[in-house]
């Protein structure tokens, strides 16, 4: 028996996360033509798994498949980011809410760990990148909405499309840092009305420096 025909699930997803992040590494660009006989030879797989991952990027709109065409990398226009920042500022803004209502001291903590390693990541982007992207997933995880977080997951991905990373802007990061400086006030005085205005402020001012 093959690989395929053990664990076809498996096959497919793995498919799947190797081109999401070719897709995140810009290895196929936004707009681009994906060559499904070219990547089966790769990969030594039939086309039936490659299909079955494409659908699973198309429904976390990396992908967009058009008929008789093919599937393409989706490109992000300036509307359709400004549309994604819109939702996550209202999904993340609310989970901030709940989260300064209800996190445990312990929740605090470790947001405020994870916020002090972020601070100490300034000089490293790459390290700042990851760590920033961990405490918006964390923060999410807290306010406890596998929903909110799917659909947040998915609008993040989205976003990695935009081919220019707001935190690149000079001087975002310094600006972010403060953002969250904020947001994280708010959490510690229990105010969920100021985390949720202060986590829209830090999207608002994601989306300008993006633009």
Not at 71 to 78: G, I, Q
Not at 82 to 111: F, G, I, N, P, Q
Not at 166 to 186: F, N, Q, Y
Not at 189 to 196: H, I, S, V
């Amino acid at each position: 028996m093959t690989a395929e025909a053990l664990a076809p699930r498996a096959l497919y997803e793995e498919v799947a996360e190797l081109l999401r992040q070719r897709i995140f590494n810009r290895e196929l660009e936004p707009g681009s033509w994906i060559d499904e006989v070219r990547l089966a030879q790769e990969y030594g797989i039939s086309r039936t798994p490659l299909r079955e991952a494409l659908k699973v990027l198309a429904a976390e709109g990396l992908v967009t498949m058009k008929v008789r065409r093919g599937a393409y990398v989706t490109e992000v226009s300036e509307r359709d980011l400004a549309e994604v920042y819109h939702l996550l500022a209202l999904l993340e803004s609310d989970a901030a809410a709940v989260v300064a209502e209800r996190a445990t001291d312990l929740e605090r903590k470790e947001l405020q760990k994870l916020h002090r390693e972020l601070e100490g990541a300034l000089g490293d982007r790459a390290r700042f990148f990851a760590l920033n992207e961990r405490f918006h997933m964390r923060l999410l995880e807290m306010a406890n909405n596998r929903w909110r977080n799917q659909m947040v997951a998915d609008l993040r991905k989205v976003m990695k499309l935009h081919r220019h990373n707001s935190l690149l802007k000079t001087g975002r990061i310094e600006e972010s840092l403060a953002e969250h400086r904020a947001v994280m006030a708010a959490i510690e005085d229990r105010d969920p009305e100021g985390a949720r205005e202060r986590m829209q402020v830090h999207f608002r001012s994601g989306l300008e420096a993006a633009a």
